[in-house]
């Protein structure tokens, strides 16, 4: 089990960037999948980044060439590196980690991202 803890969202205007950080309970980069999600009102949650064990990382359509995921295996935190943000982007994000091989999820609490002028 872990624990995963966002912070860093806030009210951004258009065109601007934010750096989500995700804190993990424990170092779990090696065996998990971590992957951010975002959740607009009204709407389904959606895939928005992933980075698997190994390093190698996936993004959705809309925020390809935009949005960068990353980690820190020392400080055991996920980063999504937000840019050229646009109001589409506005959404709760959260936290995604995935143990390898298994069904079982953990969600942070989420964070409010926020894109207006």
């Known amino acids: 089990q872990v624990q995963l803890v966002e912070s860093g969202g806030g009210l951004v205007q258009p065109g601007g960037s934010l750096r989500l950080s995700c804190v993990a309970s424990?170092?779990?980069?090696?065996?998990?999948?971590m992957a951010w999600y975002r959740q607009a009102p009204g709407k389904q949650r959606e895939l928005v980044a992933v980075?698997?064990?190994?390093?190698?990382?996936t993004y959705a359509d809309s925020v390809k060439g935009r949005f960068t995921i990353s980690r820190d295996n020392v400080k055991n935190t996920v980063y999504l590196q937000m840019n050229s943000l646009k109001p589409e982007d506005t959404a709760v994000y959260y936290c995604n980690g995935r143990p390898v091989g298994t069904l079982n999820n953990y969600w942070g609490q989420g964070t409010q991202v926020t894109v207006s002028s």
């Open positions: 980075i698997i064990s190994s390093g190698s990382t």
């Open positions: 424990r170092n779990v980069f090696n065996t998990y999948t």
